[in-house]
């Protein structure tokens, strides 16, 4: 679709469109959000896939534990901690336009082992699934055994002839790479334009193949793609489409609740739950939250933060276009220094699914992203990269906007919000080098 055509045959150009092509910053309330307890049934994605998903994450544990002795201490589960972020809250509340009473949370994605991103979750699942399907297909296992026996010579070897590709920021191929060497294969990253060049060195030296594009992310995924339909042995992992991808991402919910009782931290009518995700292509963000919409229904309401620079999920569901449209088509050339967000289209699939469950998404310009990040730094002590940073723009803004003020009133917590859980869903950072977080301190974007 070229970007006259749509000009031309649609006045799909709502007022929020055209702010999104200003580059504002903003907050979308989805106006198709409802209010049913259980809107998920109708997805065709249930409770039981999750908890699937869930179990199949335990089988693999010994195996985890055996190749990463990093996650000795939880066992082989790959899970991040939940952390009070008091001092960072206080800051918060002496900023401007800002009143954030209840608790707030940093969920520590950034801490995930393997990745040190949030794409340990889905990547890493989507790749064992994948593995679990092999090697049950040709009988290297079954079910009940102990799947150490996976890091065997034996099983090595017989994944050697199989090859797993995807297309990536940086991010997902390196969770993907990571996990995908350990058991055997041989990988084939595909990357963006935006991957920076230290993900790309750490890959190769693990022996995987990394190929460059000097487009962006949705170019990556679209060779990547063609590359590996040429080969009955290789399995392309679709960040776009991956209903496995997004599993693993919803099972962080599950383990989540959990978090929350150890803390004795409730949700219920009286003590909302508020959710702040950074959204890419919306695999991430949209698999946490079906799970999280899964377990709390009503009591928890979900925000994804975009780049004002890359805002695609939000002109994809504001549109009702999804990924029929790109950022491209409202002008936008995508180039934020965010590099994990850096997508001009979004997922259709998760597009759909956030429908009737998204709360709504605020955007953040990239020159705040490496303020939050300082900020955090200096106040808590904790190193995020700067996308991972977007999901604070959401604690900072929630008493600024009045349709969040509107939003509070439509669902009756004006008087609840005082009680409320915020969690800030820090995405990624602790594997990024001393050179680079330097680098980011010390990065002022001027406008
Ligand atoms: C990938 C990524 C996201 C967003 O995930 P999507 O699935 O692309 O929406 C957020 N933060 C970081 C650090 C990421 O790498």
């Not at 049950?136 to 065997?152: C, I, M, P, T, V």
């Not at 991957?195 to 022996?207: I, S, Y």
Request: with cysteine; aromatic share 8%.
């Amino acid at each position: 679709m070229k970007r006259g055509d749509i000009l031309q045959t649609d006045n799909w150009k709502s007022p929020i469109i055209k702010r999104l092509e200003n580059m504002e910053e903003l907050v979308w309330i989805n106006p198709k959000k409802e209010s049913a307890n259980k809107p998920l049934e109708k997805m065709g994605i249930s409770t039981k896939d999750i908890d699937d998903a869930r179990i199949r994450l335990e089988r693999f544990a010994p195996f985890i534990e055996c190749c990463f002795p990093e996650t000795k201490a939880t066992q082989g589960i790959i899970e991040s901690p939940l952390t009070a972020i008091p001092m960072m809250q206080k800051f918060i509340n002496e900023s401007d336009h800002c009143n954030l009473t209840g608790t707030l949370l940093l969920k520590q994605d950034n801490e995930l082992a393997i990745a040190g991103s949030v794409k340990a979750r889905g990547g890493i699942y989507e790749v064992l699934k994948h593995t679990e399907d092999l090697a049950l297909f040709h009988g290297l296992l079954r079910k009940e055994d102990n799947y150490a026996k996976l890091a065997s010579k034996e099983c090595r070897h017989f994944f050697q002839q199989y090859t797993i590709q995807v297309g990536s920021t940086g991010n997902l191929g390196l969770s993907i790479g990571m996990v995908s060497v350990a058991i055997g294969y041989k990988v084939i990253i595909h990357m963006s334009s935006d991957a920076e060049q230290w993900k790309k060195d750490l890959l190769r030296k693990h022996g995987v193949v990394v190929v460059e594009y000097q487009s962006d992310y949705s170019v990556a995924v679209k060779n990547g793609r063609v590359q590996s339909d040429k080969d009955p042995k290789s399995y392309f992992i679709d960040d776009e489409n991956s209903i496995d991808l997004f599993l693993g991402y919803a099972v962080a919910a599950k383990r989540l609740e959990l978090q929350l009782k150890e803390q004795g931290l409730i949700v219920n009518e009286e003590h909302p739950l508020f959710v702040y995700i950074p959204c890419g292509v919306g695999g991430a963000p949209g698999g946490i939250t079906f799970g999280l919409k899964d377990i709390f229904g009503e009591n928890v309401h979900c925000f994804f933060v975009e780049p004002t620079k890359a805002p695609c999920m939000l002109l994809g569901m504001a549109s009702g276009k999804h990924d029929e449209i790109s950022v491209n088509d409202i002008g936008l050339d995508g180039q934020t220094l965010a590099d994990g967000l850096a997508v001009g289209r979004a997922s259709g699939f998760i597009g759909k699914v956030m429908e009737p469950i998204l709360s709504g998404i605020f955007t953040v310009e990239d020159c705040k992203l490496f303020e939050y990040m300082r900020h955090l730094l200096n106040k808590e002590q904790i190193f995020l990269e700067p996308s991972a940073c977007a999901a604070f723009e959401g604690v900072m803004r929630l008493s600024f906007y009045d349709e969040m003020s509107e939003y509070l009133a439509n669902c009756k917590l004006e008087d609840k919000i005082g009680n409320a859980t915020h969690i800030v869903w820090a995405t990624g950072g602790s594997l990024v080098p001393d050179k680079n977080r330097e680098e980011y301190i010390n990065t002022y974007v001027g406008d």
